[in-house]
């Protein structure tokens, strides 16, 4: 089984949960025997706080369709400007003869519907994020008309939890059938603990992810002074944005914030290595999305045994299991997240019940290895459907 991966984002270029999302499926794959590749369209690397091209003319020479890169886990990568992406794509398929095309975002339809068109390679589209459900939910602009295309034409498509499931067949009916529930995944690591971990220091709260309005940033906001004004030694750490923690302290640490400056730190942009160390350092994660498909965050904190208040929707609501493996509260609710965020700091217990919870559940449900199994079965059956039309 060949299995090539279309994706804007792969580490180390990654922008959020997709990019963390497609390189553990593809490693995953890879180690367990699947040949797989990747083919990166575009894609912008940090550099020094700012965002700079990962596509430069020097990088395509050393790195085109040719001349694969081979990592370590014996995935193939190719890395192509997204001026020649259909070119590209189509000249690589046409050479690597792979059974099934793993589309990642409606962007690149144009790559995918191109490919499939003039090679008839079977077509996985999996739905990170409904974009129609992103408009209406969190009002951000989106690329409806080219995700409800993509979906209408996938042989499979697939759905990171059961709520997008049925998301999915009631925004686009002509997909019933064809949709497949196959959550994401995360590798197992060791994880190091601090001696005195919440004795006789302040605890930490974490955020991690996106700026926007339906990552429930401002009900966050709004419930640390509830938090703080309680709890006074606690401290906020806040990871993600665009840009560095300056310009993102300016932008969002105003008004009734002003005064806890001391205890909210803001780190901007970070890559994986470094996200990872806070969430070593962190006591208590907290995922207050209004809309969340399926929550990388959330494993990435099961994974290193953190007790978790998140809003109950979505991927965390089918994850987690409020007062067993995390305190689960109503979204778009400021006093609630903080009742839950105070819930934890004021129990040690109750912390280091959650967490040892959630890290048995994440080892025993949603690592790679698992998931990709799954994942085999829906190829099997795109590629045996997509036999006749090749």
């Not at 270029?13 to 794959?29: M, N, P």
């Not at 060791?190 to 220091?201: I, N, Y």
């Amino acid at each position: 089984m060949r299995v090539l991966h279309l994706t804007p984002e792969y580490p180390p270029v990654i922008w959020g949960g997709l990019g963390t999302a497609v390189g553990g499926l593809a490693t995953a794959s890879a180690r367990a025997g699947l040949s797989t590749g990747v083919l990166l369209v575009g894609g912008v690397l940090a550099v020094g706080g700012s965002y700079a091209t990962a596509w430069q003319p020097a990088t395509l020479a050393r790195n085109s369709i040719d001349q694969p890169i081979i990592d370590s886990e014996g995935v193939m990568f190719f890395h192509v400007s997204p001026f020649d992406a259909i070119r590209a794509g189509v000249e690589l398929v046409r050479r690597w003869k792979p059974d099934v095309l793993h589309l990642h975002t409606a962007w690149l339809w144009s790559v995918a519907r191109a490919i499939q068109e003039q090679t008839g390679t079977p077509l996985v589209f999996t739905v990170h994020s409904l974009d129609r459900a992103e408009y209406e939910i969190g009002k951000l602009y989106t690329h409806w008309q080219e995700q409800e295309d993509v979906i209408s034409s996938a042989n499979r498509v697939i759905a990171l939890s059961l709520s997008e499931e049925e998301l999915i067949a009631q925004a686009c009916p002509r997909a019933r059938g064809r949709i497949r529930i196959v959550g994401n995944g995360i590798d197992d690591v060791p994880v190091p603990r601090r001696d005195g971990r919440g004795r006789g220091e302040y605890l930490r709260v974490l955020y991690t992810g996106r700026f926007v309005e339906r990552k429930g940033i401002r009900e966050l906001l709004a419930a640390i002074p509830k938090v703080l004004d309680e709890e006074p030694s606690i401290h906020f750490v806040l990871v993600g944005g665009y840009g560095g923690s300056a310009e993102i302290e300016r932008t969002w640490l105003a008004g009734a914030l002003e005064s806890y400056r001391s205890q909210v730190h803001f780190t901007g942009w970070l890559p994986p290595s470094q996200v990872a160390e806070w969430y070593q350092m962190a006591d208590i994660l907290v995922v207050p999305s209004w809309y969340e498909p399926f929550g990388m965050v959330i494993l990435e904190g099961m994974i290193y045994g953190l007790p978790i208040a998140a809003a109950a929707v979505g991927g965390p609501a089918e994850i987690l299991e409020h007062g067993r493996t995390a305190l689960l509260f109503s979204p778009k609710d400021a006093e609630a997240l903080a009742r839950a965020v105070l819930q934890l700091v004021k129990s040690q217990e109750l912390r280091e019940q959650l967490g040892r919870a959630a890290a048995c559940e994440v080892r025993a449900r949603w690592l790679w290895c698992q998931v990709v199994e799954r994942m085999r079965e829906v190829y099997e059956e795109a590629a045996e459907e997509g036999d006749g039309s090749r």
